[in-house]
Nanobody
Framework: QVQLAESGGGLVQPGGSLRLSCAVS????????IGWFRQASGKEREVVSC????????FYADSVKGRFTISRDNAKKTVYLLMNSLKPEDTAVYYC??????????????????WGQGTQVTVSS
């Protein structure tokens, strides 16, 4: 059974950092690009960052470029999202999901599958 599980969220002050993890099971992580998405209260789900399987291609939304870093450890079957210089507008539920293949060909949320349950990130003083 394909499963993704996010962890690492929490409450952090503006300017702080968090590292989210997306642990996968039931499939070979090497076979899929992985995306991180977020959904704030009352807003649509939006892409945050994506990474291909092995070629090293990455994508960052403009709103997080230079502050967030995506990485993956296929041996540990985990994808990470390091979030620095967090802002209140980063507050959202963060999700990971599998892309439609190993290459990074799309960042559209509706093209991704196997969504995890999400982890809440709250940036507030």
């Amino acid at each position: 059974q394909v499963q993704l599980a996010e962890s690492g969220g929490g409450l952090v002050q503006p300017g702080g950092s968090l590292r989210l993890s997306c642990a996968v099971s039931g499939f070979t992580l090497d076979d899929y690009a992985i995306g991180w998405f977020r959904q704030a209260s009352g807003k649509e789900r939006e892409v945050v960052s994506c990474i291909s399987s092995s070629e090293g291609s990455t994508f960052y939304a403009d709103s997080v470029k230079g502050r967030f870093t995506i990485s993956r450890d296929n041996a540990k079957k985990t994808v990470y999202l390091l979030m620095n210089s967090l802002k209140p507008e980063d507050t959202a539920v963060y999700y990971c999901a599998t892309g439609p293949g190993s290459r990074l060909v799309t960042t559209a949320p509706w093209e991704y599958d196997n969504w995890g349950q999400g982890t809440q990130v709250t940036v507030s003083s």
